[in-house]
């Protein structure tokens, strides 16, 4: 469908090219043929000077309207040049902004997948603990609804602190562990230089959920 209307629109304007070069030929046709020589003389493009112009009398209709076509096709390619060239340097400057609007509508549908299967799984933890151990529920309830609020709050930001993004990731690992062995280890230090340097939103998040999903073997101990 976006070919046929590509080859109709072009071939609407390949005809209207035409019509308009006919009907400028004519119009130049008609001005050199019914006025003064000197006149004329003005009114031809392309005629390097009046003197060319007279010389070249008489003139009959048919020899002026192919001058006057020819010289309105010459206009109409310039015309033509001039329209690409602008539309072309407008579209440079436009890929990078599009572009980045692409990578944001990315990282914002990621980021929604990630709430929709975190929260999945983390209930599915918290029920089990709530049968095991729920003396842990308050805390744990209390990091998922951290988790969901800084998720929340970063949706709408394009950056945030690299000491916010570690806490992030604290909570997060705290309610990973819920669903672990008891013979597996997880260290995680935060020893940061620069803890209000600006960062992506959830950029370490998928690096945090490999170790959790290949670090794990299926017996003996682990260490992550």
């Known amino acids: 469908l976006t070919h046929e209307l590509e080859r109709r629109h072009y071939g609407r304007y390949f005809a209207g090219t035409v019509i308009v070069i006919a009907l400028g030929g004519a119009a130049l046709a008609y001005v050199a043929t019914h006025t003064a020589p000197n006149l004329h003389a003005t009114v031809l493009v392309g005629i390097a000077s009046p003197r060319a112009a007279v010389a070249r009398l008489p003139f009959t209709w048919l020899e002026e309207f192919e001058q006057g076509a020819a010289n309105v096709a010459a206009v109409l390619v310039f015309a033509s040049i001039a329209r690409y060239l602008r539309r072309g340097i407008k579209r440079y400057y436009q890929v990078p902004k599009l572009r980045g609007l692409q990578l944001e509508t990315e990282l914002?549908?990621?980021?929604?997948?990630?709430?929709?299967?975190?929260l999945f799984n983390t209930l599915n933890n918290l029920y089990g603990l709530s049968l095991d151990a729920p003396e842990q529920m308050p805390e744990a309830l209390l990091q998922l609804a951290d988790l969901m609020r800084y998720q929340l709050d970063s949706s709408r930001q394009s950056f945030v602190t690299v000491g916010t993004?570690?806490?992030?990731?604290?909570?997060?690992?705290?309610?990973e562990k819920l669903r672990l062995r008891a013979n597996t280890h997880v260290e995680f230090t935060t020893d940061l230089l620069h803890p209000d340097r600006p960062l992506t939103p959830l950029l370490l998040l998928p690096l945090v959920e490999?170790?959790?999903?290949?670090a794990i073997g299926p017996s003996g101990a682990n260490t992550i």
């Open 108 to 118: 914002n549908l990621l980021k929604a997948q990630v709430n929709q299967h975190f």
């Open 165 to 175: 993004e570690a806490e992030y990731l604290a909570n997060y690992i705290g309610l």
């Open 210 to 214: 490999i170790c959790f999903k290949h």
